[in-house]
Nanobody
Framework: QVQLVESGGGLVQVGGSLRLSCAAS????????MAWFRQAPGKKREQVAV??????GYADSVKGRFTISRDNAKNMVYLEMNDLRPEDTAVYYC??????????WGQGTQVTVSS
């Protein structure tokens, strides 16, 4: 198991940028597949970015605007978000898995993009 704590959310104007951070505690962090999800009011939770030893992946809605990265020495995962849009408004969650399912979740951090 790994414990996850997100930070870095906030209020930003359209076109602005934010950097979310996820601090992980526990063993074997580098072995986990890490991802960022988001959930907007009234909508299902969606995966926006993932990073593993195989590389990175992004939802089409954020491709070219968001960048996921990790620092295994610091047990950290980041989500750099640029050119933010009102539809990016959501609670963003950091998640981790070793198997097929994400069974480690943070508490979430709110991102609000105002127009």
């Amino acid at each position: 198991q790994v414990q996850l704590v997100e930070s870095g959310g906030g209020l930003v104007q359209v076109g602005g940028s934010l950097r979310l951070s996820c601090a992980a505690s526990g063993r074997s962090f580098s072995s986990y597949v890490m991802a960022w999800f988001r959930q907007a009011p009234g909508k299902k939770r969606e995966q926006v970015a993932v990073i593993s030893g195989s590389g990175t992946g992004y939802a089409d809605s954020v491709k070219g605007r968001f960048t996921i990265s990790r620092d295994n020495a610091k047990n950290m995962v980041y989500l750099e978000m640029n050119d933010l849009r009102p539809e990016d408004t959501a609670v963003y969650y950091c998640a981790a898995r070793m198997g097929y399912e994400y069974n480690n979740w943070g508490q979430g951090t709110q991102v609000t993009v105002s127009s």
